[in-house]
T-cell receptor, first 116, second 110 residues
Framework: GQQLNQSPQSMFIQEGEDVSMNCTSS?????WLWYKQDPGEGPVLLIA?????ELTSNGRLTAQFGITRKDSFLNISASIPSDVGIYFC????????????????FGQGTILTVHP | KAGVTQTPRYLIKTRGQQVTLSCSPI?????VSWYQQTPGQGLQFLFE???????NKGNFPGRFSGRQFSNSRSEMNVSTLELGDSALYLC?????????FGQGTRLTVV
C-alpha cells in the first residue's frame, strides 16, 4: 500500500529558529495536507496543497507540493513556544474519474519541541 | 460555521463489549472518514462514507463497521472489543478538497 515517510521524527529547537520537515511517498498524490496535533486533540489543518509545484504560505508557515507529486515540505519560520506539537503530512489520491476520495495517508509525524 | 463534533470524548469499555461512536460533520460536507490513532501504528484509515454509502475501506477486521445517515452524520461501531482497540478514534469531514478533524473519542478497553 501507499507509504509516507516523514522526517525528521523529532526536533528540539530554540525559540526564534526556523524549522523544516518533509514527507516523501512511493506513490503520487493529488493533494497534500499538513496538520498540527496537540496532545489529546484532533489534528488541525494548517495548509492544503493542490497542484504540483505549488508554494503556499499561512502566516509563518510555508509548504510546497513537490513537482513529482511524491513529496512535500513544511517550513515554520521564527518558531514560538506555541508551535510545540506533532506535525503530520497527509496525502490524498484521486480515482480514475478525478474524484478526490476522502482517504488520507499519513506520515508518522514530527514531534516539535521549542525551548524558550 | 460549526466544526466537526465527535461524541463521546472519552469512553471506557470492557473487553468483549461493543461500542458506538458518533460524528457530526461540517454542514454541507457529505464525506465522513474514520481513523484510528495509536502510538505504535500512527493514524490508520478505517473507512469513508459518502452520501450514506461506504466508498472506501481500510485494512481492519470486520468487527469495525460504520454507517452514515441522510443528514451526513456518521457512526462507527466496534464489536467484541479487544485490548488492542484502545486508541483515539478520529472522524474527518471533507468537502471537495480539504479534510477537517473532530477532537476525537478516546477509547480505553480494560
Amino acid at each position: 500500500g501507499q507509504q509516507l515517510n516523514q522526517s525528521p521524527q523529532s526536533m528540539f529547537i530554540q525559540e526564534g529558529e526556523d524549522v523544516s520537515m518533509n514527507c516523501t511517498s512511493s506513490s503520487i498524490f493529488n493533494t497534500w495536507l499538513w496538520y498540527k496535533q496537540d496532545p489529546g486533540e484532533g489534528p488541525v489543518l494548517l495548509i492544503a496543497l493542490y497542484k504540483a509545484g505549488e508554494l503556499t504560505s499561512n502566516g509563518r508557515l510555508t509548504a510546497q507540493f513537490g513537482i513529482t507529486r511524491k513529496d512535500s515540505f513544511l517550513n515554520i519560520s521564527a518558531s514560538i513556544p506555541s508551535d510545540v506539537g506533532i506535525y503530520f503530512c497527509a496525502g490524498r489520491s484521486s480515482n480514475a474519474g478525478g474524484t478526490s476520495y476522502g482517504k488520507l495517508t499519513f506520515g508518522q509525524g514530527t514531534i516539535l519541541t521549542v525551548h524558550p | 460555521k460549526a466544526g466537526v463534533t465527535q461524541t463521546p470524548r472519552y469512553l471506557i469499555k470492557t473487553r468483549g463489549q461493543q461500542v458506538t461512536l458518533s460524528c457530526s460533520p461540517i454542514s454541507g460536507h457529505r464525506s465522513v472518514s474514520w481513523y484510528q490513532q495509536t502510538p505504535g501504528q500512527g493514524l490508520q484509515f478505517l473507512f469513508e462514507y459518502f452520501s450514506e454509502t461506504q466508498r472506501n475501506k481500510g485494512n481492519f477486521p470486520g468487527r469495525f463497521s460504520g454507517r452514515q445517515f441522510s443528514n451526513s452524520r456518521s457512526e462507527m461501531n466496534v464489536s467484541t472489543l479487544e485490548l488492542g482497540d484502545s486508541a483515539l478514534y478520529l472522524c474527518a469531514s471533507s468537502g471537495r478538497t480539504e479534510a477537517f478533524f473532530g477532537q476525537g473519542t478516546r477509547l480505553t478497553v480494560v
